[in-house]
């Protein structure tokens, strides 16, 4: 069964500091990794993806991501958090099936930035 | 600049009443999705259509049905609205052909059921 996991569900970091948010996933076959952001009352915008080559995948607001094959694991990171940062994540892999290619998404983390 | 167009951003409507969720998409992609949000659980899938008048079940299909009659439209349809359908529905678009691509969200349609 294909699956994602976000183990934390919030996590709090200060401005300046690095930040890291955890992703773990199931999936058969080779996986197709996505990071998504939520902002308060909007949809959920696409910051980056994993889909084959260089295990470090650079995005959007100078997140990047680690894909992990041995540990099956896409943590999301930042060398250094911003106010703006504060946001919830989401983790998600597309993975093959009937007539389309189905997305399975994590629960979400909240990331605190404090001042 | 890609867009998917939710047109009702907040919504309250009484028990039992029926509701349409719209959405449009000007990317002239071929899949359309309908998601639900509740804290804690994440986006879990209520139907998706992967071509006009075509349309499959998701994970939580119960109390919900929709209709696709061109394209860039996709409806949701609340036939009875009952109060454990407040929540936060998202639609989302995406290229069939493009097996690697994402998914492309609109801004959510806020629905408190009372």
């Known amino acids: 069964a294909q699956s994602v996991a976000q183990p934390e569900d919030q996590v709090n970091v200060a401005e300046g500091n690095p930040l890291t948010v955890k992703c773990t996933y199931s999936v058969s076959g080779n996986p197709y990794l996505f990071w998504y952001v939520q902002y308060p009352n909007r949809g959920l915008q696409f910051l980056l993806k994993y889909i084959t080559g260089d295990n470090l995948v650079k995005g959007s607001y100078g997140f990047e991501a680690e894909f992990n094959k041995s540990q099956t694991s896409f943590h999301l990171k930042k060398p250094s958090a911003l106010v703006s940062d504060s946001a919830l994540y989401f983790c998600?892999?597309?993975?093959?099936?009937?007539?389309?290619?189905?997305?399975?998404f994590g629960s979400g983390t909240k990331l605190n930035v404090k001042p | 600049d890609v867009k998917v167009t939710q047109s009702s951003r907040y919504l309250v409507k009484r028990t039992g009443e029926k509701v349409f969720l719209e959405c449009v998409q000007d990317?002239?992609?071929?899949?359309m999705f309908w998601y639900r949000q509740d804290p804690g659980l994440g986006l879990r899938l209520i139907y998706f259509?992967?071509?006009?008048?075509?349309?499959e079940k998701g994970d939580i299909p119960e109390g919900y049905s929709v209709s696709r009659e061109k394209k860039e439209r996709f409806s949701l349809i609340l036939e009875s609205a009952s109060t454990n359908q407040t929540s936060m529905y998202l639609c989302?678009?995406?290229?069939?052909?493009?097996?690697?691509?994402?998914?492309?969200f609109g801004e959510g349609s806020r629905l408190t059921v009372l």
């Open positions: 990317m002239d992609h071929e899949n």
């Open positions: 998600a892999v597309r993975a093959k099936g009937y007539n389309f290619n189905k997305f399975y």
């Open positions: 989302a678009s995406s290229l069939r052909t493009r097996n690697t691509g994402e998914l492309f």
């Open positions: 259509s992967y071509d006009v008048k075509m349309k």
